[in-house]
């Protein structure tokens, strides 16, 4: 019967559109026909049909020590379950799908930007490594850039959302299915990397989540290597062909699914996708929820910066980790500030109902800051518009973030019971515009307190809390850090404006007391309560003789940390989430604070305990001068 079936390609295409292929293989009634077939997709045959991959397939069958045919045929399978193209109908199908599936929002996309992305298509590959805040990234990306005239491109997906019956469909729109799970899976890595490498060779335009997946905070994640590595290794082995790395920011006015991401941020276990998920997510967008802005950041030419870093020894074996970094930096620079972000700031930082002027009054330093930054605003909005900031404040209550009131003397607007979380994470979407400006706040504040020396102080301030958050946040090298101080520095004080000079702690007490707007509570403060639990925690850690139960110990932060909020030990419940304490756990894990029997490890959790403790301290002079409402 295998025989027969495997000699009928359309048979075994009619169970693929059933799903039911996959199946009868591992139930041991079907084998996988080795050679290219008809129904294959074209780099699924191309690679069947090499000599180089059946070379290179035998060698690591050998290494592995199991049967070449047997190695084959595993390839051959996930090479089909990965394999995508673009063809007949399904294209046409899935865009009407995928209009009805992102019905609650306007793309706006910038058309001088696909204008000379237009022009770069013809030449390379088009790599589209975009932030990702929403299941409807997958769909939002590859519209935008095939309605805009660029050539398709194949979307790297995660295999959880290879959902029967629409799976089929979506491999012929493109979506490649990528297991996020495969340490126990050479050969179906070996057949990954060799997938994409043709696709490269293929001049393919590819997209996929930089972060892995969804952020529950709202600002973006540390960036996962795994595709970028493969797609360096591709370039390495495709002599002459070229890529460009195109960052991609989204970023979402309102979004429907921000309450069951931050309840997965507290440790609430994540609903599996299915097909009844698929048609209750749909069912969700029924509700207008504004625009969705999609920029393309600068782009990146991948062989040309891989051979700089490859000349330079200071980067020798962080290749592929500078790469990453410097495209989350890209994205994060073309990310704009919504209206939304700048709302639930404000009343984020007020924590209690204000009226419409009391809002406004709170955005307006905030929107001069970023004004002079030079920091760009979603849709060109005015942020000191009154009708702007009310539109804003009355589509926020008509999502169920907010709450008002209006039977009084004027409208009051406070963030609603329970929506803490969801306000945090639209707030957070614009937090990498202020965290230079915030440590910068909390260099002022050492050098207000570590004696004359200000500039001195400062400079070791901001460098150890660059050091300190360099897992939550995306910094430049320390060279064009430095600059970013001293901008910050010079809307301080314009006289600074031409390079650090040496000033006083009266000078920056001076300066602390008179700049508007203040940020380091708002931004820092819920990703440093975050340390201090975790570093808290390790500091009473006993079980230094057992291997490290990450999972366990995750569990007991989130214990403690919601006690500590209850007892107002740390400033919210925004700061009791895994995406927080993981951050903080891989620093201490960088800084030796974690592997069992290490040399001084008590002394050395107690030393980050103290610094935790101290770098709050600081947090809490700036919430102080804030909440004084300085002269």
Same mark, same amino acid.
């Not at 602390?512 to 708002?522: D, G, K, M, Q, Y």
């Given at each position: 019967?295998?025989? #027969? ?12 559109? /059933? ?5 009868? =293989? ?66 046409? +199908? ?19 930007? @696909?204008?000379?992305? $237009? ?16 299941? !409807?990234?997958?769909? &939002? /990306? ?14 790297? *997906?995660? *295999? ?22 495969? @340490? ?13 490498? =043709?696709?490269? %060779? ?39 062909? =070229?890529? !460009? ?17 931050? +309840? ?40 040309? %910066? ?57 955005? *307006? ?9 030079? $920091? ?6 005015? !942020? ?6 009310? %539109?804003?404040?009355?589509?926020? /209550?008509?999502?169920?973030?907010? &709450? ?24 957070? @979407? ?41 897992? #939550? ?62 570093? +808290? ?79 709050? $301290? ?14």
């Amino acid at each position: 019967m295998n025989a #027969d079936i495997t000699d009928h390609p359309s048979i075994l295409n009619s169970l693929d559109r /059933v799903g039911a292929r996959r199946t009868l =293989q591992r139930a041991g009634l079907l084998e996988e026909p080795t050679g290219p077939l008809p129904t294959d997709t074209p780099e699924v045959a191309e690679l069947l049909a090499d000599e180089a991959f059946t070379t290179r397939l035998a060698e690591l069958s050998r290494s592995l020590g199991r049967p070449a045919p047997e190695v084959r045929a595993e390839a051959a399978g996930y090479l089909r379950e990965i394999g995508a193209t673009h063809t007949g109908r399904a294209p046409k +199908d899935w865009a009407r799908f995928a209009h009805w599936l992102s019905r609650a929002h306007d793309l706006v996309v910038d058309p001088e930007q @696909t204008r000379q992305l $237009r022009a770069l298509d013809r030449k390379q590959s088009l790599l589209f490594p975009f932030s990702h805040r929403s299941y !409807l990234d997958g769909v &939002t /990306v590859p519209a935008a850039v095939s309605s805009n005239g660029i050539t398709p491109a194949f979307v790297l *997906a995660g *295999a959880n959302l290879d959902v029967f019956p629409f799976n089929h469909l979506l491999r012929r729109s493109g979506f490649v299915y990528v297991r996020r799970s495969t @340490t126990d899976l050479p050969v179906y890595r070996f057949v990954l990397r060799a997938y994409i490498a =043709q696709m490269i %060779r293929n001049r393919r335009n590819l997209c996929w989540s930089i972060e892995g997946g969804r952020t529950r905070t709202g600002k973006l994640r540390p960036p996962t290597y795994g595709v970028l590595r493969y797609m360096i290794d591709a370039l390495d082995t495709a002599t002459g062909s =070229q890529a !460009l790395i195109v960052p991609v920011s989204i970023v979402y006015e309102q979004l429907h699914e921000v309450q069951m991401m931050t +309840d997965e941020a507290r440790g609430i276990s994540k609903r599996p996708e299915d097909l009844r998920w698929l048609w209750n997510f749909g069912r969700s967008q029924r509700e207008r929820f504004g625009r969705v802005y999609l920029q393309f950041g600068e782009p990146l030419p991948l062989r040309e %910066r891989l051979a700089e870093l490859r000349g330079d020894d200071r980067t020798q074996g962080r290749v592929v980790e500078r790469i990453a970094l410097e495209t989350c930096r890209r994205i994060n620079r073309a990310t704009p500030v919504t209206t939304t972000a700048v709302v639930c700031l404000a009343l984020l930082a007020a924590d209690r109902a204000l009226t419409l002027d009391e809002v406004l009054a709170t955005v *307006a330093p905030l929107a001069r800051y970023i004004r002079d930054r030079g $920091r760009p605003v979603a849709g060109a909005a005015d !942020l000191t518009d009154r009708a702007t900031i009310r %539109r804003t404040l009355d589509d926020l /209550v008509r999502g169920g973030v907010l &709450t008002s009131f209006d039977g009084g003397t004027e409208t009051i607007w406070w963030i609603g019971p329970g929506r803490h979380l969801v306000a945090a994470f639209y707030r957070n @979407t614009a937090v990498h515009m202020l965290v230079d400006r915030a440590i910068g706040e909390l260099g002022l504040v050492a050098a207000m307190e570590d004696g004359e020396n200000g500039l001195q102080a400062a400079n070791r301030e901001t460098l150890r809390l660059r050091e300190l958050l360099k897992f #939550d946040f995306f910094f430049p090298p320390r060279s064009e850090f430095a600059a970013e101080m001293a901008a910050e520095l010079a809307i301080a004080d314009p006289a600074q404006g031409d390079g650090f000079h040496d000033f006083t702690a009266a000078d920056a007490k001076r300066w602390l007391t008179s700049i508007e707007p203040l940020v380091a509570h708002l931004v820092l403060r819920p990703f440093l309560d975050a340390y201090h639990v975790v570093a +808290d925690r390790l500091a009473a850690w006993e079980d230094d003789d057992e291997p490290f139960d990450e999972s366990r110990f995750l569990g007991e932060c989130l214990r403690v940390g919601r006690q500590w909020a209850l007892q107002k030990q740390i400033a919210s419940e925004e700061s009791v989430s895994l995406e927080l304490f993981k951050p903080a756990l891989r620093l201490a894990k960088h800084r030796d604070l974690i592997r069992p029997g290490a040399p001084d490890t008590a002394k050395l959790r107690q030393a980050f305990l103290e610094e935790m403790r101290e770098t709050v $301290r600081r947090v809490s002079v700036i919430a102080q001068l804030a909440q004084r409402g300085r002269p």
